[in-house]
């Protein structure tokens, strides 16, 4: 009951605000692609001590800038991380995410980025056991024998360097 309360206020409040926008303030509409670069050599891959490289992981994601000011833009956004495996191929990984960034435009070109994300972490398996090295023995892991979700709230911080119709940009999504 709790959880519905809390979401029909959220969807309340929401709309409220959105009710109050004036629509001339919307500019630009985005189109995102680029890689997700998760745990960037912090995993280790194997028992010689290596640890994760650049992996392929496209995805995909929808904006809209909405200009507060002439400085600050606020910008919600929403995406897809393509479905990848997860370590092995026993495991599938999805995300999902919702964020919403506050943009400080430095120059015409260049603008830091502030906000907030809510991840959407989706695993799913066939089940069963993998033993793996752990220390100086071995333990037994189970695998996912269902659809199991994650959610995790972010705060997120970054850079974009703007060039006409393209822009460049790298996001730090701090767990």
Known sequence: ?????????????????????????????????????????????????NTNNFKVAPFFSFAMDYKYNPKFTIIPEIGWVVSRDAGNS???KN?????????????????LRAGTSLMILNISGNGGE????????????FLPTERRTALNQTL????????????????????
């Open 95 to 111: 995300l999902f995410f919702t964020k919403i960034d506050v943009a400080y435009s430095l120059k015409e070109n260049l603008r």
């Open 90 to 92: 026993k495991i599938k």
């Open 156 to 175: 997120d911080l970054g850079v974009e360097y703007i060039m006409d119709r393209i822009s460049i940009r790298a996001v730090s999504f701090i767990y």
């Open 1 to 49: 009951m709790k959880s519905i309360i809390v979401k029909l206020i959220f969807l309340t409040l929401s709309s409220n605000l959105l009710a109050s926008t004036n629509p001339s303030k919307f500019q630009n509409i985005t189109l995102t692609m680029g890689n997700w670069f998760e745990n960037f050599k912090e995993v280790q891959t194997d028992s010689n001590g």
């Open 130 to 141: 993998e033993t793996l090295p752990n220390g100086d023995g071995e333990d037994t892991y």
